[in-house]
């Protein structure tokens, strides 16, 4: 197996989680790591035993020439990045959410074309709970899907960073967790049509845990609306207002439903078919199972795992370009349709990367 080298641009606290996965797979050189801050990246090299430091991107790319890079800069920077990095040779990684604008996602897709490099862009959800989920979103287990719901709400970030402020991070709560309840609903349903949102800030001024008082320039408060294929509808909610974590999805369906990651459950379908689990108390609702036989969850089942798995195949992975750029479009207009009050038309197609059942969402008979 021949050596990839693996540049990281970004050393905040979020770079460590793609460090510490990158070391637990084989045949890779961590060659080099990008901050604009030099002691930050220095630090962050001693730290994890990557080879050199720096404070100039474009520098590492020409040094190092790296095969992949990882981006994990501020959100509004994501774009100039990755087309950097692209142009340079390199496949990329990028932390969620890809761009801060349908504008800026279209020019990094369009680059991943053009240079023909591979462009995983985050949220990812190709975790045991959710792939095994999939298995029970079919007629024979809950009907036709009438409806859906997915959510990601927490207390908000605790530092007083450049996440509150508008300047740099361009949007609050939908694009920090909101791309994750839409990446959930959007895999297991397919393109949006139609979106409509009410976005809003509803702690004008927040108390930080460390007790910074701050007054925020971002949503932090947002619901949309999403129609998919066959008129169904579905709800996102994103906030950074809860007092917990709230992180949660349920597919609805005519005859029974699945939950993923609901109530401290990694999955539960509640269905009159016969399934391989175990009852359990959930909700009240007859017809509980918690399912069995999850898949296996190893190092290169892991976002940094798959997304060099692609880069030696060659192939484009399931959460690629097109499907980012679609999360995008949808968080953009939702932004759009909060100040006009109009719900907006989404036009950018993807295809779901499981075996979905073509039927699922269509009616036309008596169900």
């Known amino acids: 197996m021949s050596e990839l080298k693996v540049a990281f641009l970004g050393a905040g606290e979020i770079s460590d989680r793609f460090i510490i996965m990158a070391q637990k797979l084989e045949a890779l050189h961590l060659c080099g790591i ?3 801050h030099k002691k930050n990246a220095e ?10 430091f720096y404070d100039d991107y474009n ?3 020409r040094t190092e020439k790296p095969d992949c890079v990882v981006i994990t800069t501020p959100h509004s920077l994501h774009a100039e990045h990755a087309i950097a990095c692209m142009k340079a040779g390199a496949h990329v990684l990028v932390e969620k959410p890809v761009a801060t604008s349908f504008t800026e996602a279209k020019k990094m897709a369009k680059a991943a074309k053009k240079y023909k490099k591979l462009m995983m862009g985050l949220p990812f959800d190709h975790y045991p709970n959710y792939t095994r989920a999939l298995d029970f979103v079919r007629e024979k287990y809950i009907g036709k899907i009438t409806s859906a719901h997915s959510e990601l709400s927490f207390p908000g970030p605790p530092r007083n960073n450049w996440y509150y402020d508008k ?17 959930r609903l959007i895999s297991i349903m397919g393109p949006v049509r139609k979106v409509s949102a009410f976005v809003n800030i509803l702690l004008s001024k927040r108390t930080l845990v ?3 008082k701050i007054r925020p320039g971002v949503d932090d408060n947002a619901v949309m609306i999403l129609e998919f294929e066959g008129g169904v509808f579905a709800t996102v909610k994103a906030s950074w207002c809860h007092p917990y974590v709230e992180n949660h999805t349920v597919i609805y369906g005519r005859k029974g439903a699945v939950y993923i990651n609901a109530d401290n459950n990694p999955l539960v379908v509640k269905t009159n078919a016969a399934i391989s689990g175990k009852k359990t108390p959930f909700r009240n609702l007859e017809g509980c199972v918690a399912p069995d036989k999850f898949p296996k969850f190893e190092a290169e089942d892991d976002i ?3 997304f060099i798995g692609w880069v030696r195949t060659g192939t484009q992975p399931v959460y690629n370009a097109e499907q980012s750029l679609h999360i995008m479009e949808v968080m953009d207009k939702a932004y759009l349709s909060s100040k006009t009050g109009k719900a907006q038309k989404i036009t950018t197609p993807f295809k779901v990367w ?14």
């Open 167 to 183: 300047k740099i991070a361009k949007g609050g709560a939908i694009l920090d967790v909101g791309c994750y309840a839409l990446s």
């Open 43 to 52: 630090a962050k090299a001693e730290k994890h035993g990557i080879q050199r």
């Open 210 to 212: 460390n007790g910074d």
């Open 59 to 61: 520098m590492m790319l």
């Open 34 to 36: 990008y901050s604009r």
């Open 304 to 306: 940094m795992g798959k």
């Open 354 to 367: 499981w075996k979905k059942e073509k039927g699922i969402q269509k009616f036309g008979e008596y169900v």
